[in-house]
């Protein structure tokens, strides 16, 4: 089939979405699709390449950030997008969109069936189903939920990434079905090592630095770990944003600046090694989807210690590969991190867990069941 895809992002921009994008584009070409990306055009960038066999083009918008966008450069893109999508489709012959969240790639496939008659499907990574982030868009959703209804109403079908997505949905619309279909890693590539110890316990994070990714949990909870703790240990942050001044000053009259390293954005295809050097993975999210970061650090067996919200709690399991934090429980939080730091044998079993986990997500897998799907809708 010729796959037209559609998502603002595209490595290196972007987050998880982005890199859900990525092995689309890579398990699609090997399954024998001719694949075509529309995405941003983000500083010097190409405007056009060929990344593991598809195309990608990058079209005029408005991105002033490589891992976040607002609302309004959403809303440029989706006006671009839609303009380019629409002449590309007068040009080429395309059997099937798929978009990669609701808002906007969703609106300009929804729109694109009106006029080109083309067949699409949305996949809803979080945020664009209804109710699913609050913390940022609880005053939105009421506005927006009709047009979101009526863009996954017209689509052929609708994945979420997690069990509490679909629950989320039916309750927004119980007329359509929600698939669930997870994101998964590359297990391949990331994968344990072999190395020595480190010198320090070394807690990872990665994530973009806005309040919703709940870094500031953390930041709480380092007074206790280091009265809990007989070893030395230390945070690494990867990632940035504006909210790091205010981490940096939550951590700063917490008398805790000492125990965060921030390193800024790695390179995805360097970003296996962030997790492999690492002890302990840490994710404390308001919200989530399905985190990529928390399935990849699964994957280089590493134990997790995340938010038990829709996504998370999933695929972290409390006690077997590591533990569950339930909102701002920055107690169980720091007590929970203490045992880790101090307890080797306990990070290894609960890391080989993990490895053994997320070989049940191996994306190879799960771009075979969206290769079924499309294969239905020839």
Wanted: net charge neutral; glycine share 8%.
């Amino acid at each position: 089939m010729k796959l037209l895809l559609i998502n603002n992002e595209f490595p290196p921009i972007g987050g998880g979405g982005s890199t859900v994008t990525k092995y689309a584009v890579k398990h699609l070409v090997a399954a024998g699709h001719e694949v075509t990306l529309i995405t941003s055009r983000y500083k010097d960038l190409p405007k056009r390449e060929v990344i593991d066999g598809g195309t990608v083009i990058r079209i005029p918008t408005i991105r002033r950030h490589s891992d976040w966008s607002a609302p309004w450069e959403l809303v440029v893109f989706g006006i671009s997008a839609l303009v380019y999508c629409f002449w590309y489709s007068l040009r080429h012959r395309v059997d099937f969109i798929q978009a990669y969240f609701a808002v906007p790639a969703g609106w300009v496939a929804w729109v694109l069936s009106y006029l080109r008659g083309i067949p699409y499907a949305v996949y809803f990574g979080g945020s664009d189903i209804p109710n699913a982030n609050p913390s940022r868009f609880k005053h939105i959703y009421p506005f927006i939920t009709p047009l979101l209804r009526a863009i996954w109403r017209r689509a052929e079908f609708r994945t979420v990434c997690s069990d509490d997505l679909v629950r989320l949905g039916e309750a927004a619309d119980p007329t359509s079905e929600f698939m669930l279909i997870p994101n998964g890693v590359e297990t391949a590539r990331f994968q344990p090592i072999e190395r020595p110890a480190n010198p320090k316990v070394k807690i990872l994070f990665i994530g973009r630095l806005i309040p919703r990714k709940g870094f500031q949990r953390v930041v709480k909870a380092l007074p206790k770990v280091r009265e809990l703790t007989n070893v030395p240990f230390e945070v690494e942050v990867v990632g940035t944003g504006e909210y790091q001044n205010e981490l940096d000053a939550l951590a700063s009259s917490l008398g805790v600046s000492d125990l965060i390293r921030y390193v800024g954005t790695v390179p995805y295809d360097q970003l296996q090694k962030s997790y492999q050097y690492a002890d302990i993975f840490v994710l404390t999210s308001l919200s989530e989807g399905m985190p990529v970061v928390v399935l990849e650090a699964m994957g280089c067996g590493l134990p997790v210690l995340a938010s038990d919200v829709g996504g998370n709690n999933e695929i972290v399991r409390e006690g077997e590969n590591g533990y569950l934090i339930d909102g701002d429980d920055i107690d169980k939080l720091a007590k929970d991190l203490a045992r880790l730091i101090d307890e080797p044998e306990l990070r290894q079993r609960m890391g080989a867990k993990s490895r053994e986990i997320s070989l049940q997500y191996d994306w190879a897998e799960i771009m075979q069941r969206y290769n079924e799907l499309y294969s239905q809708h020839k």
